[in-house]
């Protein structure tokens, strides 16, 4: 994630990012289980998770592992990176096999903050037992828009999941060289960007828009703003797992032709 000491900008409204506003509490002191498959651990409220925004567990987030598990997005046999993953919960979910298959590698990164990293590595541990065997997990302090050498798998990734980034506005460059970076080149490569509806779409479409001229091109995510993953999932209800998933857009990129 982003070191800058930036307000999310991208915000229309502050009130709903917090997935605990109007009842959605996302803490738990034994963790947040997403069904038999995935627990995961909150970072406290605290700096750097504060101000980058990794002490909640984001509707994105949520959305994405549905898509997972549903197999709206697919991840058998491939490689894939999460950038600025928080929680970490599409990719930890992606790795026990849970939607289409199991990826090869699932590199998983975020800000490379000692409470940020803690957390993520508890995350990674406290599900590796889960974790299909030919599966590799990997967590990496990475800062966007630095070198990727230290990330790269070969030729890139077949996957680069984005969930919840794009309200730091003035970051989206350094985004942007990041996922570029690191997306292989080939017409099976994928981005999965999902971005919650507090983030203005003017933010979002400046991010599609830059993207758009680097070569990739997007397709609207479907949402039908109906809850169809896994029944359990923390305290929460099906209305409020249908809730926080209408709260979200998403859009799935590729290599255009001409790139």
């Known amino acids: 994630m982003t070191s800058k000491e930036e307000p999310a900008s991208g915000l229309d409204d502050c009130r709903f990012l917090y997935d605990d506003y109007d009842g959605f509490e996302s803490v738990e002191s034994d963790g947040i289980a997403y069904g038999d498959s995935v627990r995961l651990w909150i970072a406290p409220k605290e700096g750097k998770a504060a101000t980058l925004l990794a002490d909640q567990l984001f509707s994105p987030a ?3 592992a549905e898509s997972i ?3 709206t997005v697919s991840v058998a046999g ?3 990176v999460e950038l600025g993953a928080g929680t970490a919960l599409p990719s930890l979910l992606a790795a026990t096999g849970k939607g289409d298959g199991s990826p090869t590698l699932v590199t998983i990164t975020d800000y490379p903050d000692a409470l940020l990293m803690e957390n993520l590595s508890m995350n990674v541990k406290g599900n590796q037992s889960g974790f299909l065997d030919g599966c590799r997990v990997e967590c990496v302090g990475y800062e966007w828009g630095k ?7 070969q030729a890139g990734y077949d996957i680069v999941v984005l969930s919840d980034l794009l309200h730091f506005a003035t970051s989206h460059d350094d ?5 570029t970076s690191l997306l292989k080149k080939g017409s099976g490569s994928r981005v999965y960007l999902a971005a919650g509806k507090y983030t203005s779409e003017k933010v979002c479409n400046n991010f599609i828009e830059k993207t758009e001229k680097c070569g990739i091109e997007w397709q ?3 949402n039908d703003g ?5 029944r359990k999932v923390g305290r929460w209800s099906l209305e409020d797992l249908s809730a ?3 709260n979200v857009n998403w859009w799935i990129g590729k290599w255009s032709i001409s790139s």
């Open 69 to 71: 598990e549903r197999r």
């Open 220 to 222: 609207v995510g479907v």
């Open 175 to 179: 985004l942007i060289a990041s996922t």
């Open 244 to 246: 926080r998933k209408a």
């Open 226 to 230: 109906v809850w169809q993953g896994e």
């Open 62 to 64: 949520l959305l994405l």
């Open 78 to 80: 491939k490689t894939m």
């Open 147 to 153: 070198d990727v050498t230290h990330l790269f798998n």
